[in-house]
């Protein structure tokens, strides 16, 4: 998302007592301890505790008595101060802990032991009676002199011993390489290949000429051959590749596998089922990200919780929810909609090109020669609204556009009619942690001209879609609309700061005519009016070429209103030249696709991977379904069903970006809730869940410290501790959504 840096450590004020500075070792210097007393040979000086953990000496260790009852891991802890960290030098981190009883979590870390408690390095080790050495090596990211090594102990219900020795913290150590385990060189799409689609894969091999390969059925009888092409080296993974096309083979079947160059691939299946269940499974989602309701086991067996931020303790509640100091003298009720991604955040932005693509997915399936509305109707997401005659997909999608009705500023206020950017905590907040748990305060942050658009154009949106299900609600989001529209007209250039990141995403965007674009473009096609038409027409962005290669976002939303023009039947003066302009960003994805040795629609320059790469590569894909539905043509069908190969396993690191989907997927997503790596007490990320993907910005301390130097496909880790790398958003599970939905229509 390109959007934050994120604290994942939130202390005491017990940890940010007075430093004292030690002098800083030079690069490259001998192997320096950092740890004083890591032996307990003279005492527990100069280690701490928090006041409600008892500690000494016992045997030779720190023995501390937990008590029980706590909420979050930093409820109770041990450790010392006063550690100096030098960037870019290797340290090794080892420690003896014990835990009893068995099968306590203890989160050991290296950090910053003053605000904002930044971490750098962390492990979760679950400990043994009888006790267990843990050894880690990592790359510091920071030059510091007020680090900390801690142990946070809390969050357990039951009280427990824990005892630790021989800690240390060894500088100018050799950097331990970081080596993915890429599993076969065969790379396929692990989850499905259709019938009647391309089927592609590649293989990483030294050879330079082509190679034999096989499609072996799941009893290992050869159903297919051919040779490889190869290809040379891959600039996005500085691999030597050959492709495999294995599109004749139109069979169904499960658990194929291709086998090349002496090596068998993951297993797949030839079908379609898996794409109908991926687009129920990407919608399900949204469920457990909803803030302000309790959600049911029942719906979402292992993922049932209390709800998050009612005004009910520890929670300080969004229903009375002031401004920032000095931003505004009245409270708002800003209760549900859908929580951001990892953290308790929810942002106007972020929620509008989400709801957006959400709500795309439904009328594209409602216009498109080939779309199966049926397939998202009433009671195919077991939500708790299910059975109201209403498509589940468009009361999932609600759930979001009430909050952000919510968030328009009232009347009679400075800037009434706007939109309030965002509202989230006062400060971040650690994991794991339970919207229920969360005790900060919660803020709304200033209006923005960006978030007013995003209102006034997914609230167009909303008006005609909703309108055969609930007339008045309909209605109502007109009038939000066009009350937005104004209101941003009156004030095009309030922009949201760059540096308000603190406790949530910035969301900054310095260029809002691409929303004004948008939001024209909505209200144009939801009410047939003059004025918005005049605007479409008259805008710059309407002629401009918007597919680039990175794709849209939530920071360039003209792509938003391009292909809504295409695609909603309406009487736009020069409509078809809005259709060819599609189409012709199609061509140059398409260009792309078949330049690139693993066959996807991206190719930033450099090679450098965006923040959220994964959503873009299927952003840029929905552009050649579009161009599908607009023209019939099978390239750009065939173009799109192939986008997802990269997504779920044909890939450099041989890994599905979707949890639950292919042999290797994604499953540690950062996440408050979703934090199994962590606790594991709490589920991991439910089935479709879309990781955010490659990003050559490693801008978390844990890329950091393993991906230093990554070439564009490697640059990902699945560790919940890599947020830059590896979290999850809204906006990015409506990309998957709207994509899952497409192929799963292609059967």
Known sequence: MKRRRTALLSLTALLAAALTALPAAPAGAEEVEQVKNGTFDTGTEPWWTTSNVTAGLSDGRLCADVPGGTANRWDAAVGQNDITLVKGESYRFSFTASGSPEGHVVRAIVGLSVAPYDTYYEETPQLSVSGNTYTYTFTSSVDTTQAQVGFQLGGSAEAFRFCLDDVSLLGGVAPEPYEPDTGPRVRVNQVAYLPSGPKNATLVTDATSKLPWQLKNADGTVVARGTTVPRGTDASSGQNVHSIDFGAYRKAGKELTLVADGETSRPFDIGTGAYEQLRLDALKYYYTQRSGIAIRDDLRPGYGRAAGHLNVAPNKGDADVPCQPGVCDYTLDVTGGWYDAGDHGKYVVNGGISVWEVLSTYERETL???????????????????????????????????????????????????????????????????????????????????????????????????????????????????????????????????????????????????????????????????????????????????????????????????????????????????????????????????????????????????????HQILNNAVVLATAYDITGASKYRDGAVQSMDYILGRNALNISYVTGYGEANAHNQHSRWYAHQLDPKLPGPPRGTLAGGANSGIQDPYAQSKLQGCVGQFCYIDDIQSWSTNEHTINWNAALTRMASFVADQG
Do not use: C
């Open 368 to 614: 498109a020669r080939t779309g199966e509305r049926e397939k998202l109707r009433d009671g195919t997401l077991a939500i708790p609204e299910s059975g109201n005659k209403v498509p589940d997909i468009l009361d999932e999608a609600r759930w979001e556009l009430e909050f952000l009705l919510k968030m328009q500023v009232p009347d009679g206020k400075p800037l009434a009619g706007m939109a309030h950017h965002k509202m989230h905590d006062e400060q971040w907040t650690g994991l794991p942690l339970l919207p229920s748990d969360d005790p900060q305060k919660r803020e709304l942050h200033p209006p923005s001209t960006a978030a007013t658009l995003n209102l006034a154009a997914t609230a167009a949106q909303a008006a005609r879609l909703y309108r055969p299900y609930d007339r008045t609600f309909a209605t109502k989001a007109l009038a939000a609309a066009r009350k937005a529209w104004a209101a941003a007209l009156a004030h095009p250039g309030v922009l949201a700061s760059e540096s308000d990141g603190t406790g949530g995403g910035a969301y900054a965007d310095r260029d809002v005519a691409d929303e004004f674009y948008w939001a024209a473009a909505e209200l144009y096609l939801t009410t047939g009016e003059k004025p918005f038409e005049e605007y479409v027409l008259k805008s710059p962005v309407h002629t401009a070429d918007i597919f680039g290669p990175i794709g849209f976002d939530w920071a360039r939303t003209a792509a938003a209103g391009r292909l809504d023009l295409a695609l909603v039947p309406s009487r736009l003066p020069g409509r078809d030249k809005v259709r060819q302009s599609v189409v012709k960003g199609a061509d140059g994805y398409l260009a792309t696709l078949k330049a690139h040795p693993y066959g996807m629609p991206y190719a930033p320059d450099k090679n450098l991977y965006d923040w959220g790469s994964s």
